[in-house]
Antibody, heavy 119, light 112 residues
Framework: QVQLQESGPGQVKPSETLSLTCAVS????????WSWIRQPPWKGLEWIGY???????KFNPSLNSRVTISADTSKNHLSLRLTSVTAADTAVYYC?????????????WGQGTPVTVSS | DIVMTQSPDSLAVSLGERATINCKSS????????????LAWYQHKPGQPPKLLIS???TRQSGVPDRFSGSGSGTDFTLTISSLQADDVAVYYC????????FGQGTKLEIK
């Protein structure tokens, strides 16, 4: 059974770096491509970026210069780093699995972890 | 970027009645070489992750009740719930995966 579980600090100060982890069980992360997606309060879903099964990554152009996504195959988890955060980065952050390659829908999602950017 | 626009933003339907949600993409998401529409529908309930209901515009995922159906091609798509159940109260999103993924703004479905 595939399961994803996000974890993170809950609150981050403006201008600091947000770091989140997604622990994956039931499947090897090197067998699929994975994304981070977020949902700001009272808004819709926004794709942040993905990392492929081969380790290549691509990001939403609106966040491109601030985002890093990495995969640790030894721990079977994914990481998201978002630098220079502002209040606009307050959101619930989800990790999700592509059902196949990057041009596929997301078939498994984590429960999401809320992040508030506030001093 | 492909912009996805859903209508309506919210919808109230009586139990047992039909619910219809529309989704329009700013450009075609039909890949002509394989005649597949790169369009998915998700159901999102509070406190839960989004659930994939339909992929390729009309393919129901395993375990999804057959009252859910998807239709459309190119730029115009529809999610239909043939007979609304109480458990269907949720926000529904369409998503294109033809290019970098983008989602509609969501449609909130409630019981009338």
């Amino acid at each position: 059974q595939v399961q994803l579980q996000e974890s993170g600090p809950g609150q981050v100060k403006p201008s600091e770096t947000l770091s989140l982890t997604c622990a994956v069980s039931g499947v090897s992360i090197s067998s699929y491509s994975w994304s981070w997606i977020r949902q700001p309060p009272w808004k819709g879903l926004e794709w942040i970026g993905y990392i492929s099964d081969s380790g290549s990554a691509k990001f939403n152009p609106s966040l491109n210069s601030r985002v890093t996504i990495s995969a640790d195959t030894s721990k079977n988890h994914l990481s998201l780093r978002l630098t220079s955060v502002t209040a606009a980065d307050t959101a619930v952050y989800y990790c999700a699995r592509y059902s196949g390659g990057p041009n596929q829908p997301f078939d498994y999602w984590g429960q999401g972890t809320p992040v508030t950017v506030s001093s | 970027d492909i912009v996805m626009t859903q209508s309506p933003d919210s919808l109230a339907v009586s139990l047992g009645e039909r619910a219809t949600i529309n989704c329009k993409s700013s450009q075609s998401v039909l890949y002509t070489s394989n005649n597949k529409n790169f369009l998915a529908w998700y159901q999102h309930k509070p406190g839960q992750p989004p659930k994939l209901l339909i992929s390729w515009a009309s393919t129901r995922q395993s375990g999804v009740p057959d009252r859910f159906s998807g239709s459309g091609s190119g730029t115009d798509f529809t999610l239909t719930i043939s007979s609304l159940q109480a458990d269907d109260v949720a926000v529904y999103y369409c998503q294109q995966y033809y290019t970098t993924p983008s989602f509609g703004q969501g449609t909130k479905l409630e019981i009338k």
